[in-house]
């Protein structure tokens, strides 16, 4: 499971075209609107084969807060 965290972690990385995110800046920080967390969840979703509720989209407010989240998920499958 950590290395599948490390792997998202890697991969947002890439797509925000940066060395490393600090968990606690906001999304919006770091260039993230809405649609784009929304799109990187349902990635994530089809690739690791859990689900995200409408109000865990909604409550994003660090990368920290969807990190934390995509652990408990991957813990619970």
């Known amino acids: 499971m950590a290395n599948q965290i490390e792997e998202i972690r890697k991969q947002f990385c890439e797509k925000l075209h940066v060395e490393s995110i600090d968990d606690n ?36 407010k660090t990368v920290g807060d969807l990190f934390r989240l995509i652990e408990v998920k991957l813990n619970s499958k």
Do not use: N, R
Request: glycine share 6%; charged share 35%.
């Open 25 to 60: 800046k906001p999304m919006k920080d770091l260039g993230l609107d809405s649609l784009d967390v929304v799109e990187m969840c349902l990635d994530l979703e089809d690739k690791y084969g859990f689900q995200f509720t409408a109000d865990e989209l909604a409550s994003f």
